[in-house]
């Protein structure tokens, strides 16, 4: 099966810009999540969906940070405005669902430099 | 407070010998525990879970411990080869919410 797909896999950008990042999840998962991976830290769960509807957001930053899941397949997370601590990979990671421990497929992220 | 714990940073192990890997958690919600792996530039892969229930799941080269009463788990590689270099993330799932330690660096020298 094709894995996740993320794009673009690197993007620069000054503070103040925005960004966006798409993921295209493994067909058939219903589970979506993004998570921010800090250098030297681990994943960080910033949104999490079933379908197209948010489950869990309480750790996005939502004054700067939105996401969307449209028809519950394809999702995009967007920055704006961006600040030097955003710099970070964004990994994109999808489920079957979440029961019984359903492991994380991740894409090879999106790594973000804010300058 | 960071509710999983990896307190090793890095470990380095001759081929052939065991690695063991080590976490810690403080929330006895958490249902189910999985391990991935993490080659530079990839995304993080599944490697192995235990569900809360068990105190050890194995495949093949890799065993999973869970010591409940010291909330506690950790992954062994036997025997441990150079492509296992790579960086272990331990995960805590509670209702599919995954919360990931900061990870080991393995080093497995020929």
């Known amino acids: 099966e094709a894995g996740v797909a993320q794009s673009p896999r690197y993007k620069i950008i000054e503070k103040r810009q925005s960004v966006a990042f798409w993921c295209n999840p493994i067909s058939g998962h219903a589970t979506l999540y993004w998570y921010q991976q800090i250098l030297g830290q681990g994943p960080k769960l910033l949104i999490q969906f079933q379908n197209n509807g948010v489950v869990d957001d309480s750790q996005l930053p939502k004054d700067r940070f939105s996401a969307e899941r449209l028809k519950g397949v394809d999702s995009t997370l967007k920055i704006q405005p961006a600040k030097l601590e955003d710099s970070a990979v964004y990994l994109c990671?999808?489920?079957?669902?979440?029961?019984?421990?359903?492991?994380?497929?991740f894409g090879n992220g999106t790594r973000l430099t804010v300058t | 407070d960071q509710q999983v714990k990896q307190n090793s940073p890095s470990l380095s192990v001759q081929e052939g010998r065991i690695s063991i890997l080590n976490c810690d958690y403080t929330n006895s919600m958490f249902d189910y525990f999985l391990w991935y792996k993490k080659y530079p530039a990839e995304g993080p892969t599944f490697l192995i879970s235990?569900?809360?229930?068990?105190d050890k799941n194995e495949d093949g080269r890799f065993t999973v411990f869970l010591n409940k009463s010291a909330k506690h788990l950790s992954l062994h590689i036997v025997p441990s080869q150079p492509g296992d270099s790579a960086v272990y993330f331990c995960?805590?799932?509670?209702?599919?919410?995954?919360?990931f330690g900061d990870g080991t660096t393995l080093t497995v020298k020929p």
């Open positions: 235990i569900s809360s229930i068990k």
């Open positions: 990671a999808s489920s079957v669902g979440t029961t019984f421990g359903s492991p994380l497929h």
């Open positions: 995960a805590a799932s509670n209702a599919g919410k995954s919360t």
